[in-house]
């Protein structure tokens, strides 16, 4: 049994408490599903019921009575936070190592594991060169070689494409009948039917209401619409399709011909043509570890590749070149955070661009994106969906031509998500353009003027349905 009650807890750097009297308790063999909106400590609630919380993490925590796993398997939605080891196979040993497996069963059971997952790569791949779908592949296998009695799934399919996302869950659920399951999910539509109890807490961290998936549904649609909580019928409130005219007299071009994406010496897939235009809004889909994210790399000049890029008729060779055009926001966003608070991370690009409106204008966007609250924490300090939102703020903070995105929805609420997509709109009708990586169906069948798949070694065009 997984309990808590009157728990109260904080980060040090904060007025506020993320929990004050909690009380939560979770049945040996249970599944249950734990929604709120971004910030709401979902992901702080699975470290506390974890044991990671404080055994890891020290925070300020007091409680009346505290039940926690002893023997859990966690999967994070960011993966990199739980590897310690460089390599595949050196990873997966240690796990096996600790629960003193012989040395000559090891191979078997990793191999055995990387084919539950569909992970296919050499188990002496280093992990870093991973993508980010293959990393939670791994961190997942990991997971079902630890054999736990109690599984902890904080957005286990974030990363992963819709076929990934749809074998796991399959796994996950043919695989936890004996076992306790406390899920933290955007994805709902896998595990909906699946699980015994929903729980729903709000923006201050209470929970307000419980019960079964068909209760919650039919007596609490509008509440879960109003917390931003992602359930079968969210998108029925997204934006519509945005039809507003380009109205920008900008003008820019940017060309890759005859061009091949590489990881090191191996060419991942060929680009004919990509030509990018004011006002578009494309987006690029595949399989995990098929180079999605290692194009967006290209195209700032990080990496080598293959082919010729330019920009209005100039060839890109330098980093800065490409900079000065395009702006790249990565799928783990902490990559680029670089100031010591959420306000100066978005205030340090108005400052260089309008240094007498740039309070005023920061200060809109923090309340924009639901971060004021949080406008005094260190960036590492936020929720996954609040890193996400402040990624993102970052780039919409510049006058880029060209925004590189990827995967900026996972880990957000619909209010989030909406507002974003809201945003990008906003921005296209203005001339500048995005382009995004994404998984989700929903957003590549509503949105894009244009939409990439990378299959079969060729990055396709795909015709894009007309919005009626």
């Known amino acids: 049994m997984l309990k ?245 007299s900008q003008s820019f071009r940017f060309n890759y011909q005859d061009g091949a994406i590489q990881r090191g010496r191996r060419t991942l897939y060929q680009v004919p043509d990509l030509t990018i235009s004011p006002g578009q809004w494309l987006t690029i889909t595949g399989k995990n570890g098929s180079g999605k994210t290692t194009l967006f790399e290209s195209m700032m000049q990080l990496i080598p590749y293959q082919g010729t890029m330019q920009w209005n008729e100039q060839k890109l060779k330098k980093v800065r070149d490409a900079a000065s055009h395009m702006y790249l926001v990565y799928q783990n966003p902490e990559l680029q955070f670089i100031q010591n608070s959420v306000y100066d991370e978005i205030f340090v690009n108005y400052e260089y661009m309008n240094p007498q409106h740039a309070d005023e204008q920061t200060t809109a966007m923090l309340a924009l994106l639901d971060l004021a609250h949080v406008s005094k924490q260190h960036p590492f300090e936020l929720s996954m969906g609040q890193k996400r939102r402040l990624s993102v703020a970052t780039a919409l903070s510049t006058n880029a031509n060209i925004i590189l995105l990827d995967e900026p929805t996972f880990g957000l609420d619909s209010h989030n998500t909406f507002k974003l997509i809201t945003l990008f709109q906003e921005r296209i009708a203005k001339g500048q353009t995005i382009v995004m990586i994404t998984h989700d169906p929903h957003i590549i069948e509503r949105y894009p003027s244009r939409h990439f798949e990378v299959l079969n070694g060729i990055l396709h065009e795909v015709e894009v349905p007309a919005n009626d």
Request: hydrophobic fraction near 40%; include cysteine; proline fraction near 6%.
């Open 4 to 248: 808590a009650k009157n728990l109260r807890l904080k980060y040090p750097s904060t007025d506020h408490k993320i929990f004050d009297g909690l009380d939560i308790e979770i049945k040996d063999k249970e599944k249950v599903l734990l929604l709120g909106p971004s910030g709401s400590g979902k992901s702080t609630l699975l470290n506390v019921l974890s044991g990671i919380v404080p055994d890891l993490i020290d925070l300020p925590m007091k409680y009346d009575e505290l039940e926690v796993a002893r023997h859990a398997g966690v999967i994070f939605q960011d993966p990199d936070s739980q590897f310690c080891m460089p390599q595949v196979n050196e990873e997966l040993a240690f796990i096996l190592e600790n629960q003193q497996v012989p040395q000559d069963e090891m191979d078997h059971r990793i191999q055995a594991a990387l084919n539950k997952v569909q992970l296919d790569v050499n188990p002496k791949q280093a992990i870093n060169k991973l993508s980010g779908g293959m990393k939670q592949k791994l961190a997942i296998a990991g997971t079902l070689l630890m054999e736990a009695d109690t599984l902890f799934l904080d957005e286990p399919t974030a990363m992963l494409d819709i076929e990934a996302t749809q074998n796991l869950w399959d796994l996950l659920k043919d695989l936890w009948a004996d076992q306790t399951v406390l899920i933290v999910e955007h994805k709902v539509a896998h595990v909906w039917d699946y699980v015994d109890r929903v729980i729903l807490m709000n923006h201050e961290g209470q929970i307000i209401q419980q019960g079964s998936p068909d209760k919650i549904l039919a007596n609490y649609e509008e509440t879960l619409t109003e917390y931003g909580v992602w359930h079968p019928n969210a998108w029925t409130a997204a934006p519509l399709p945005n039809q507003t005219p380009n109205i920008s």
